[in-house]
């Protein structure tokens, strides 16, 4: 399969991971260069308490600014549903682009009605400085990017591949954690299960970066791993595993998990590219929809 960038260039890869919500946010550093782009940052919030602080998006921007890179890019791979995003905080101390798939209408649209939005919310993905297609590509310095369209999770979920390495959002996680659940609206197991064989077909020694690690059976945390590793071992779509058995499979497992604990706060502000809504007054606030979700 021909892919738009090259997929020999190796960039240096930084996670940053937050226990709090198990993520790992990146810094992906061209190679040639000292510009760099970040993947999935996270905002920290003390739900019960109302109070969002910055130490997870600070440690990145120190790391940036400590390494005197530039920041060309602020990536989602998706509207995360349980952390939320640093984008803005983040762009507003460093600069860069926020960029999101190009399906985030569907999920501004879908969530608007549910979270009763009014008018002034734009369902048109104004919020975000770049609305990526499938194949659309970018630069982070001299390396360039590409999006490929991964919808399942959700359906404005994206792969990001730079070089050698892919970043895979909730597509797909380790080996032994298999995948993530496809029962949010918009969801759906089949397309997750196409879209899995779809980042499958990169090269085999391509790195793979999750988004989320829960430590399986007490392992350590763990987030790389590679596209011949994922063929062979993931326990859900790996070796032999077939498209009716993954749908099978993950529609049953999905009825049995609760909500993510953040996906209140995290789906109202991740659709503003992480910006928080405000009352009629202009104060901060966030709604909870009754029986909705």
Known sequence: MKYPVDL????????????????????VKDPNSNHCAIIDSVMDIDYAAG???????????????????ILDWIIE?????DHLSAAPYIQQKLGGKIGVGEKILVI???????????????????????????????????MQGFAMFTPG??????????GNAAFAGDTLFMPDGGSAR????????????????KVLSLPDETRLFMCHDYAP????????????????????????KTRDDFIKFRTERDATLAMPKLIIPSLQINMRAGEVPTDDDGNPQLKVPINAL
């Open 217 to 240: 059976n007490g392992r350590v945390i763990a987030w790389e791993t590679t596209v011949a590793e994922q063929k062979s071992d993931n326990i859900h779509v790996g070796g032999d």
């Open 153 to 162: 999770h959700t359906p404005a979920c994206n792969v990001h591949v730079m």
């Open 182 to 197: 496809a029962d949010f609206p918009g969801g759906d197991a089949g397309e997750l299960y196409d879209s899995i064989q």
């Open 108 to 142: 501004q649209e879908t969530f608007g009605k549910i979270f009763n939005e009014g008018t002034e919310f734009q369902r048109d993905g104004s919020q975000f400085d770049a609305l990526f297609k499938d194949g659309d590509t970018y630069m982070v310095g001299d």
């Open 51 to 69: 109070r969002i602080t910055s130490d997870a998006a600070d440690k990145l921007i120190a790391e940036i600014t400590d390494r005197g890179l």
């Open 8 to 27: 020999t260039v190796t960039p240096d890869v930084s996670p940053h991971f937050d226990q709090a919500t198990n993520t790992i946010s990146y810094i």
């Open 77 to 81: 791979t998706h509207v995360h549903a």
